[in-house]
């Protein structure tokens, strides 16, 4: 009895924390295992990965597009960014590409090369949130990339959008994620702007989880992840960080076991 009162209380429910891991195997095995493993960084909100100065919004937008583009492995795809006074939503182009799905490898068929180009644009209100604007870019690619492989996550269409949160978390945009997932409306007015957040499809915890079994997997330490998040999330990703760790270990998922070594 002692033992059960002083157990801590697990950071998602069974659940939750299941499917977190079932579709991290699924985007291990979708998405390139060798760019997860060889490329893949922990993207940070700073000037290290967002450097340099721009002298309008589309400038900001261009270059934070580009740059969460390269680190998204995806580069080489024909997809360009749109001012929103002159993009206009077309169905999304089919992606006929001859081996690997993102990183150095990707390569259009080279009857797609002229003909495929996928647009995208921005919300011009995110440009004062830098995090948000960035968690959008690193969303639309991830929901790109699980449209263009066919390949449907855990759970199907209706877990789609979630997928994509999660895929993105894959990629490395973690932190920007876990950040932006809620925001507090409270303070003066002038403080909150709802049109400049992102959309949200997994809950904060959901995404504090998948930044967490990122950096197990990818051997990130938690001083290095803990500086760049919101205070409030601090005592909740040390302690899923510490959960899946132990979790990890014992895993029998050969895809888990493949990161690893």
Known sequence: MLNKLFQTKPVLDSGTSEWIFDTFVWAIENFELNVFKQDTQLILPDNNFYPGNVSSVHQMAQSIFDLTL?????????????????????????????HAIRGKS??????????????????????????DLIASFAQTFAAILINQSGCLPPGG??????????????????VMFANTAYQFKGGCGSCYNP???????????????????????????????????????????????????????????????AVLN
């Open 70 to 98: 390269k680190y998204a492995g995806m580069e080489k795809w024909p997809i360009r960014l749109v001012d929103p006074q002159n993009y206009q939503q077309q169905p999304l182009a089919r992606i006929n590409f001859s």
């Open 106 to 131: 990707f390569q259009l068929e080279e009857e797609s090369v002229q003909q495929t180009l996928i647009e995208i644009t921005y919300n011009p209100n995110q440009i004062n949130q830098p995090q």
């Open 195 to 257: 049109h400049a957040n992102r959309q949200v499809a997994l809950a904060e915890l959901d995404v504090l989880y998948c930044l967490a079994l990122f950096s197990v997997l990818k051997s990130i330490p938690v001083k290095q992840v803990l500086p760049h998040l919101k205070s409030h999330l601090k005592k909740s990703f040390k302690q899923a960080h510490k959960e899946i760790l132990a979790k990890v270990k014992l895993s029998p998922q050969p895809a888990l076991l």
């Open 157 to 174: 269409k209706d877990n789609f959008s979630q997928a994509a949160d999660l895929l993105a978390c894959f990629m490395g945009f973690g």
